[in-house]
């Protein structure tokens, strides 16, 4: 894991920008640092790179990276390289390093633009030919890493952060004020079906995409892996090979991904998704796991018993990290100055919390539970939305209902979802996902909206809805978060559900296996029956990692009272006296603690 960026362009690259890019990139990659720049038909090629030097400690294997006549800088892992190598040396092909460096850029020299998908592994990555001068641009199938851009008459800047984008550029960006009030308005899970960032003028490459920009400045743009297309159901494929299928994937997915010449570390809740991945590098990989767990005060989010009990049963090392609730707005101005933009929900800001105590450990890399939920269910309204599959079959559907009712039915708590016939009803219906945003959208002065819509994926409900999570809505968030907040502690964020052929089997499954008995996450579950312990497994509560924000905010306190008060660029678009009436009620929805911590965000980060 590391920092790249770099410029390609007819304008001119000067030293002190270069220095203060490398300086703001130092956390991502405190090991090592090092940069190249090309003059080419009167245009300028710059690739910098920080290093965390994870396989093949070293300096070898340090970027930028020359092969033969080629150069490359990669943010990330590739998880099969071993793999990948034995295939090359069939082929003739010998390596002076041990690590995946190497094994890229000779994948790229014999199978070209085909490489990128064989890659399995996260990563942000620049190419340059140099030979042809021709560059190329590539991100990874899932956008595990992050890959911002921007574009002016000098020429195109890429990095893996917004703030080593300005600096290289040596350029303030304005606010994109729609992008704000999007996220005021509709939350985090609209962030993502737009092009726009938090910046004017600043986007993503696409995930899974390659940019080639040639020796003319000219620019082409296409997928090395179509994912809006790479799935279907096996209508016979029975439960049973669902399952195997699952545990068999699941585990050669954990066996790469623990691939590393330094320790690693797991985020641990009480729920099946780190569980599974604790379990199976304790129980099937015999790896010294060590788990990390944030306790929250509010028993709402509460799992300590149940992690306890799960260390116990595993013995595994565990650290229990109580969340701290100290010195909440300051803390938060350093997670945005650090992120270079506002945080998209509460957890990331514990989240933090948990990967620097992480880090404190001496470790270098963490592994999450993240798209677990997105490949086997796990939301609550998947539940509604399968139902919707039983719709012409009142037996089954009576017998689906009342599993659901004697049991995660009853832990639902938002006003929509609480109606089993919901979509049965209504299989258009969307409103819960951007929850009271007509409310939110009066709390601005000239209001704002935008009206919900989703990509069709999938001709089945509750899959299409699935594959919007994974692609568009929660996924790209959270990947962008585990990111920003590990690497600014320097550690690596590795996401083994996130593994295309896991993925690719979790999708070929029949929809009618998704949801068995009332329970979510019925195949997974079942395919780590054995390996993770039945008390999580048969455990209905979802818990998710979360706070209240009462519990981090006194709004009764001199300061907090202040900040809200106190004169700011925010109140230009959003009205004072409103949110001032809000702050002082007793209990908020969640859904407008949700809101007020997305103006606090917002707050801060444009006095900043």
């Given at each position: ?216 400045l000219s620019k082409s743009h296409f997928l090395f ?31 790469i991904r623990t691939r590393s010449d330094v320790p ?172 009271n945003n007509d409310l939110f959208s009066e709390f ?165």
């Amino acid at each position: 894991m590391c920092g790249i960026a770099g410029f390609i362009g007819p304008g001119s690259i000067d030293s002190l920008s270069v220095s203060n890019c490398l300086d703001s990139m130092h956390h991502r990659g405190p090991d090592a640092n090092g940069y190249k720049i090309f003059t080419h038909n009167n245009h300028k090629i710059a690739l910098l790179h920080t290093r965390l030097a994870i396989i093949d400690l070293d300096n070898r294997s340090a970027q930028p990276f020359r092969y033969q006549n080629s150069m490359i800088i990669f943010n990330g892992e590739i998880y099969n390289f071993i793999e990948i190598r034995a295939e090359l040396e069939v082929h003739g092909f010998s390596f002076k390093t041990t690590g995946d460096t190497e094994v890229v850029a000779a994948a790229i020299d014999f199978w070209g633009d085909d490489a990128y998908s064989k890659f399995e592994g996260m990563w942000a990555m620049a190419h340059l030919d140099l030979e042809s001068m021709n560059l190329t641009l590539s991100r990874d199938k899932f956008g595990e890493k992050p890959f911002y851009i921007y574009e002016n008459e000098k020429g195109l800047y890429f990095s893996s952060e917004i703030n080593s984008l300005r600096n290289l550029a040596n350029k303030s960006f304005e606010v994109n004020f729609n992008h704000l009030k999007r996220y005021l308005v509709n939350g985090y899970k609209s962030l993502f079906k737009t092009s726009e960032t938090f910046f004017q003028g600043v986007k993503c490459l696409e995930k899974a995409s390659l940019l080639k920009i040639d020796n003319n400045l000219s620019k082409s743009h296409f997928l090395f892996w179509d994912f809006t297309n790479s799935y279907e159901e096996n209508k016979d494929m029975s439960f049973r090979d669902a399952v195997s299928g699952t545990r068999d994937k699941l585990i050669q997915s954990m066996n790469i991904r623990t691939r590393s010449d330094v320790p690693l570390a797991f985020c641990m809740s009480g729920g099946i998704d780190s569980n599974s991945l604790i379990s199976i590098a304790k129980r099937e990989l015999d790896y010294d796991v060590h788990g990390f767990t944030l306790i929250s005060a509010d028993q709402r989010y509460e799992e300590d018993m149940l992690v306890e009990k799960s260390v116990k049963d595993l013995g595994i090392q565990h650290t229990k990290i109580p969340l701290d609730t100290n010195n909440f707005l300051n803390n938060l101005r350093e997670l945005i100055d650090c992120h270079g933009q506002p945080v998209s929900t509460i957890s990331y800001y514990i989240h933090w919390d948990l990967v620097k105590n992480v880090a404190k450990n001496g470790y270098k890399i963490s592994i999450s539970g993240t798209a677990a939920d997105e490949l086997f269910t796990g939301y609550y309204d998947h539940n509604n939305l399968y139902f919707n599959e039983f719709k012409n079959s009142s037996q089954e559907l009576d017998e689906a209902i009342n599993y659901w009712k004697n049991g995660i039915g009853s832990f639902v708590r938002n006003p929509f979802l609480k109606d089993p016939y919901l979509y049965i009803n209504n299989s258009n219906f969307r409103k819960h996902i951007y929850l009271n945003n007509d409310l939110f959208s009066e709390f601005l002065i000239d209001g704002w909206y935008e009206e919900f819509y989703e990509r069709k994926f999938h001709k089945n409900l509750l899959r299409n809805r699935m594959l919007n999570e994974l692609f568009e809505e929660a996924i790209p968030v959270i990947l962008l978060e585990d990111d920003l907040n590990a690497m600014s502690v320097s550690i690596e964020n590795r996401s083994p559900f996130l593994d295309t052929d896991l993925f690719s089997h979790a999708y070929s499954v029949p929809s009618k296996f998704l949801i068995y008995k009332g329970k979510t996450k019925s195949i997974l579950r079942e395919a780590m029956r054995g390996i993770v312990p039945d008390f999580i497994l048969d455990n209905d509560r979802k818990v998710g990692f979360n706070a209240s924000l009462s519990e981090l905010l006194d709004f009764s306190s001199s300061e907090t009272l202040d900040f809200f008060k106190k004169d700011s660029k925010i109140y230009e678009i959003v009205n004072k006296e409103k949110i001032l009436n809000l702050i002082k009620q007793d209990e908020l929805p969640n859904s407008f603690s949700k809101f007020l911590f997305n103006f606090i965000n917002a707050k801060i980060f444009l006095e900043q």
